[in-house]
């Protein structure tokens, strides 16, 4: 019987970008969850598209932002994250089991957001002549979900509360990029994003500290030594300190960023 935690395989293994949005979008929160289940390891995770070309970070060159290029890249790579974004949520639904039922509930959903941030990016980059895959990207969002694969603990360590809680710094800037060159809808947009993002980062945060109160860690240790054996990449400023308390992010923290 098709569960929660199954219903996420297709549209983690869809190899077309849209066709991934629109399974992420169609999923149904209302199939049982379904906790307990280990489930095979399907071949062909995640599926990706033929474009764009991935490669090293240090490898993508993007033209002035007063170019048309220029702008349509920087709308590119936010859409390319968040299409790994969707990959990322679903593939934490499947791949853990044992966790409250509220947990799978919480990443299906935050995919479905994931899905429509993609979908709008996507239509709006199509606006300007462009499409998904005309840029190079990276992978480097999907390799941190690589080596998290064994220990959900460090999965949500690491990728919401780190990797995603970066975007939550970026934002600012990155809207005012755009707004700089006329674009009021790519600001719309990430205003969206980021009253998302928040959430998103903040279900980390929960259930972060909900995994370190059943083994008994302290979350900031535990956290230090995470980056410090997955080589999480460290976290440099600026710092968007308002978004991270509204995700959840404690005093302590912050103090540690140098709030």
Not at 79 to 105: C, K, T
Request: glycine share 6%; aromatic share 6%.
């Amino acid at each position: 019987m098709l569960s929660l935690r199954t219903s996420v395989i297709a549209p983690l293994l869809a190899q077309n970008a849209i066709e991934k949005a629109k399974g992420a979008l169609a999923l149904s929160l209302e199939l049982p969850v379904d906790t307990g289940s280990d489930i095979p390891s399907p071949p062909g995770i995640p599926g990706r598209p033929a474009r764009p070309r991935l490669v090293l970070p240090t490898a993508i060159k993007h033209a002035s932002l007063k170019t048309i290029e220029g702008h349509a890249a920087l709308l590119h790579s936010i859409a390319h994250i968040e299409l790994n974004a969707i990959d990322l949520a679903l593939d934490i639904v499947w791949r853990f089991s044992g966790m409250p039922a509220q947990f799978y509930r919480d990443w299906v959903l935050i995919a479905k957001e994931e899905a429509l941030h993609f979908t709008l990016l996507r239509d709006h980059l199509r606006s300007l002549g462009f499409d998904y895959g005309d840029f190079d990207a990276h992978n480097t969002l999907w390799e941190m979900a690589e080596k998290t694969k064994h220990d959900v603990l460090a999965r949500v360590a690491l990728v919401p509360r780190t990797l995603e809680a970066r975007g939550l710094d970026a934002s600012p800037a990155v809207k005012n990029k755009l707004v700089s060159v006329g674009d009021q809808k790519a600001g719309e947009i990430l205003d969206l994003i980021l009253k998302d993002e928040i959430g998103h980062v903040l279900a980390g945060n929960h259930w972060y500290r909900w995994l370190c109160r059943q083994r008994g860690l302290d979350p900031i240790s535990a956290y230090a030594d995470l980056t410090q054996k997955y080589d999480a990449p460290k976290l440099r400023p600026p710092f968007n300190f308002e978004a991270r308390r509204l995700a959840g992010f404690d005093e302590a923290e912050l103090l540690g960023l140098g709030a």
